[in-house]
Structures are given as structure tokens and as C-alpha cells.
């Protein structure tokens, strides 16, 4: 069936480096790619979300980026700062699901 | 507006009880979707309904898991025995039609003891 892949599965890094989770899907019809931001005991919330006809797009300090051919997707969080720490889930929908990576818990230390 | 409403909150059971979770999309979203997430994993598809119409149930455990959603509005997601290993967060969320954002309730936490 339809799987998203994420990777790594935890990371860390110091305030004001730069932070990029990875994802793979293998719908080729997936046309659609939202991220979501969880934090401990919340809800996921929508941070950026990109299309296939799209390549790149910018929100202040978050980027995604999306290869088609390659089936990739990728989040960038620029300037990080404490606030950011959070788990980061990827997304992608294509034939009528809505599937989910496994998560990157992004720890920003001051 | 008012986003997505779930309930309730908590749950304890024994295992081979039975139990029912309720949720509330935003009004005029078609799209519904029930997801168990599991402490430290991803949210997992159960069910996605497009109005009062299944699209997608390949992953929920027919032989436990049953779920409606009656004029295309409310839906509730049952669970009947449990098992230890359905304990999990169960959320719901809703869009105004597939490929736009999904907007998630609270979420239901069960725990099956």
C-alpha cells in the first residue's frame, strides 16, 4: 500500500542553526503535501503545505521543497529557535488518503 | 470558526469492552478523517469518508472497528472488543475537500487496561 517515509527520526540542534527533515512517498499519484507541527499533548497543526505543480515555496523561516520525479519532499526551518521543538510530521495525498509519515521530533537547544 | 470537536477526551476500559468516540467537523467540510496515533508514532489512516461516503477504509480492523457518519456531518468511530493494543490517541479532522488542509480536533486518548 501507500507509505510516506521520514527521516531522521530525531534531531537536534542548536538555536539559529538550520533544520531539515526528509520525506518519501510512493504514490505517484500524491499531489498534494502538507507538514504538521505537534507539540507534546496538542494537536497536529499545519505548518506549510506545497502541490505538485509547485517546486518550492516559502513561509518566513520554513521552506519545502518537492522533487516529483524522485518522489522527495523536504522541510527547512531556518534561524531555529527553542519555540520550534516540536514533532514534525510529513504528509502526501493522492487516490482519496491522507497518509502520514513516522514523525521527527526536532529538539532546539538555546 | 469553530474547529474540529471531539469526545470525550479520555477513556479507560477494560479489554473486550466496547467504546464509541464522537466527532464534530467544521461546518461545510465534506472530508472526514479518524486517525489512531500510537505514543511516539505517526497518525495512522483508518477511515476517510467524503461526505456520508467511504473513500478509504483499507486500514481499519473491520473485525473490531466500525464507523459512520450520518448525513454526511457527525461521525462516531467504535471499537468492539478492545484489545490492549488499540490504546492510542484517536483523532478526527476534517477539510473542506481532499488536497487542502486538514484541520485536527483534541483528540480522544484511550487506554485499554
Known amino acids: 500500500g501507500e507509505n510516506v517515509e521520514q527521516h531522521p527520526s530525531t534531531l537536534s540542534v542548536q538555536e539559529g542553526d538550520s533544520a531539515v527533515i526528509k520525506c518519501t512517498y510512493s504514490?505517484?499519484?500524491?499531489?498534494?503535501f502538507p507538514w504538521y507541527k505537534q507539540e507534546l499533548g496538542k494537536r497536529p497543526q499545519l505548518i506549510i503545505d506545497?502541490?505538485?505543480?509547485?517546486g518550492e515555496k516559502k513561509d518566513q523561516r520554513i521552506a519545502v521543497t518537492l522533487n516529483k520525479t524522485a518522489k522527495h519532499f523536504s522541510l527547512h526551518i531556518t534561524e531555529t529557535q527553542p519555540e520550534d521543538s516540536a514533532v514534525y510530521f510529513c504528509a502526501a495525498e493522492g487516490t482519496d488518503k491522507l497518509i502520514f509519515g513516522t514523525g521527527t521530533r526536532l529538539q532546539v537547544f538555546p | 470558526e469553530a474547529g474540529v470537536a471531539q469526545s470525550p477526551r479520555y477513556k479507560i476500559i477494560e479489554k473486550r469492552q466496547s467504546v464509541a468516540f464522537w466527532c464534530n467537523p467544521i461546518s461545510g467540510h465534506a472530508t472526514l478523517y479518524w486517525y489512531q496515533q500510537i505514543l511516539g508514532q505517526g497518525p495512522k489512516l483508518l477511515i476517510q469518508f467524503q461526505n456520508n461516503g467511504v473513500v478509504d477504509d483499507s486500514q481499519l480492523p473491520k473485525d473490531r472497528f466500525s464507523a459512520e457518519r450520518l448525513k454526511g456531518v457527525d461521525s462516531t468511530l467504535k471499537i468492539q472488543p478492545a484489545k490492549l493494543e488499540d490504546s492510542a490517541v484517536y483523532l478526527c479532522?476534517?477539510?473542506?475537500?481532499?488536497?487542502?488542509?486538514?484541520?485536527f480536533g483534541q483528540g480522544t486518548r484511550l487506554t485499554v487496561v
Open positions: 504514490d505517484s499519484a500524491s499531489n498534494y
Open positions: 479532522a476534517s477539510s473542506h475537500r481532499e488536497g487542502t488542509e486538514a484541520f
Open positions: 506545497i502541490r505538485s505543480n509547485v
